[in-house]
């Protein structure tokens, strides 16, 4: 059985070796986000012990004071700005299948909407991302990433908790989300998906500044897909839009749990 074992092993450290360079960062060109790991700790401090208020678990629930201001964002995400004249906030939905804010930019000159039918109403769905500024910095452009990413992943209830895509930032993230799958949230990973992620190499974001296009690469890991490496391509003019989304499943995972 040890025998066996061992050639298992072997067999998949073999067909894995030749993968070691998958990750995002500067092994796949471009240059290295060496802040990527103070942002995410400075993102979960600002987000750190939220908790739903009961009232947004109703039908076109409004805010009653006190909730999390997602204009605190640009205190930690310190390259990017509102343009001048909006700003940003959000409304909050709910329905039977679970519940989620919804950003958007508003005219600083006029109070933000309630709710989401007051949204609806006023007939602005607005792109908040087309209302984001950079600095034109490549540490500007993965934060307009994370920011389309992360920001709304906060009072997410039932269903939209499917959305917890995390920003590997370094090999400690990918040891730390290998040592979580150990079976105490759904299936524990296998044997071979965490050789694989154990020789991923390169897993840091970086960033390519073209003339007219950016491209920001890293490397996302979901409870419901695994590894994945993406890559954003961005407009370099205002608005920055995110033209395309490129996603390569490194290693597959299903933790098995359905909300």
């Not at 950079?134 to 994370?146: A, C, G, H, N, R």
């Not at 389309?148 to 906060?154: D, S, T, V």
């Not at 370094?170 to 990973?189: E, H, P, Q, W």
Request: charged share 20%.
């Amino acid at each position: 059985m040890k025998k066996l074992n061992f050639l298992l092993v072997l067999t998949i450290l073999l067909a894995t070796c030749r993968q070691v360079h998958e990750g995002g960062g500067p092994a796949s060109g471009g240059e290295a986000i060496t802040g990527c790991r103070a942002l995410m700790d400075s993102m979960a401090t600002l987000r750190g012990g939220l908790k739903i208020p009961q009232y947004f678990l109703a039908d076109n629930p409004a805010k009653q004071g006190g909730e999390f201001e997602v204009i605190q964002y640009f205190g930690v995400l310190d390259h990017l700005s509102m343009k001048p004249g909006y700003a940003l906030d959000y409304v909050y939905h709910y329905d039977g299948m679970g519940g989620y804010p919804l950003l958007y930019a508003y005219p600083a000159s006029q109070p933000p909407y309630a709710t989401e039918a007051d949204l609806e109403a006023a007939g602005e769905k607005t792109n908040y991302q087309d209302y984001i500024q950079t600095d034109d910095t490549p540490e500007s452009y993965f934060q307009f990433v994370l920011l389309a990413l992360k920001g709304n992943q906060f009072y997410l209830d039932w269903h939209a908790n499917y959305n917890d895509t995390q920003v590997v930032c370094d090999k400690t993230d990918v040891n730390d989300i290998i040592a979580s799958l150990d079976g105490s949230f759904g299936y524990r990973i296998s044997l071979g998906a965490r050789v694989r992620a154990t020789l991923l190499r390169g897993v840091g974001p970086s960033v390519v500044v073209g003339e007219q296009t950016v491209e920001v690469r890293l490397v996302t890991f979901t409870k419901w897909g695994g590894f994945y490496l993406t890559t954003y391509s961005i407009s370099r003019s205002s608005p920055h839009t995110i033209q395309d989304v490129q996603e390569k499943n490194l290693i597959p995972y299903e933790c098995g749990i359905m909300f």
